[in-house]
C-alpha cells in the first residue's frame, strides 16, 4: 500500500520560513493535503490540492507538490504555528496519511 | 454552522463491540463522502473507512476489514462505524470527517471525537 513518509520533527526561529516535507511514490501524480493539529485539538485542514488554501487559513501557508515529494512551507512562522502537520493523499482506493511532523518555533 | 457531533464512544473490553455515531448539520449531508479517522494515544492520523453518497461503495483500511462497518442515513443526517472484535490497538480518538473531493479527501470539517478505549 501507499505510504507517506513525514519527517519527525523541524524547528524554525519566529519570523523564518519552515518546510515540511512529504514523500511518496510518485506522489506529485496526485493531489496533497495538509492538515494542522494542536494538542488536544481536532485537525484542520490548512492545504488542499497541493497549492490551495481553505477560506480563513493565513496567506503564509502554502504547498507544492512535484516528482514525489509535496512540501508545506510556512513562512514568517509565528508562535500560533507551533503544532503537529499531516499530509495526506490517496492510493486508488484508500487515503493515507503521513506519519505527522511536528512544528516546534523556538 | 457547519457541524460534524461524534458520539458513542467508551471503555469496552477487549472482543466486544460499539456503535460510534456522527450527527451532521448545516451542510446537504447526502452529497457528501463521509469518513473516520482515528488516532490512537500520542500517535498518528490513521484513516479508517469512507462511504460514498448513497452507502453504495464502502472501503476501509485493511485493519478494519472484517470488523468494522461504515454505514450511513441520510434521512438523519448520521454516519455510523459499528467496531466488533475490538483489541488494545484499537483504543483511540475516532473522528468523523467531510470529504470535499470525492474519496479523496480533503477533509475540509472534522468533528470534535469520540475516545474508544479497549481494555480489561
Known amino acids: 500500500s501507499h505510504e507517506l513518509t513525514q519527517p519527525p520533527s523541524v524547528s524554525v526561529s519566529p519570523g523564518q520560513t519552515a518546510s515540511i516535507t512529504c514523500s511518496g511514490d510518485?506522489?506529485?501524480?496526485?493531489?496533497a493535503s495538509w492538515y494542522q493539529q494542536k494538542p488536544g485539538q481536532s485537525p484542520v485542514l490548512v492545504i488542499y490540492?497541493?497549492?490551495k488554501r481553505p477560506s480563513g487559513i493565513p496567506e503564509r501557508f502554502s504547498g507544492s507538490n512535484s516528482g514525489n515529494t509535496a512540501t508545506l512551507t510556512v513562512s514568517g512562522t509565528q508562535a500560533m504555528d507551533e503544532a503537529d502537520y499531516y499530509c495526506q493523499a490517496w492510493d486508488r482506493t484508500t487515503v493515507v496519511f503521513g506519519g505527522g511532523t511536528k512544528l516546534t518555533v523556538l | 454552522e457547519v457541524l460534524l457531533v461524534e458520539s458513542g464512544g467508551g471503555l469496552v473490553q477487549p472482543g466486544g463491540s460499539l456503535r460510534l455515531s456522527c450527527a451532521a448539520s448545516?451542510?446537504?449531508?447526502?452529497?457528501?463522502?463521509m469518513n473516520w479517522v482515528r488516532q490512537a494515544p500520542g500517535k498518528g492520523l490513521e484513516w479508517v473507512a469512507n462511504?460514498?453518497?448513497?452507502?453504495?461503495?464502502?472501503y476501509y483500511v485493511d485493519s478494519a476489514k472484517g470488523r468494522f462497518t461504515i454505514s450511513r442515513d441520510n434521512a438523519k443526517n448520521s454516519l455510523y462505524l459499528q467496531v466488533n472484535g475490538l483489541r488494545a490497538e484499537d483504543t483511540a480518538v475516532y473522528y468523523c470527517a467531510r470529504d470535499a473531493g470525492a474519496a479523496s479527501g480533503p477533509f475540509d470539517i472534522w468533528g470534535q471525537g469520540t475516545v474508544v478505549t479497549v481494555s480489561s
Open positions: 462511504i460514498n453518497q448513497e452507502g453504495s461503495e464502502k
Open positions: 448545516g451542510f446537504t449531508f447526502r452529497t457528501y463522502w
Open positions: 510518485k506522489l506529485g501524480s496526485q493531489f
Open positions: 490540492q497541493d497549492v
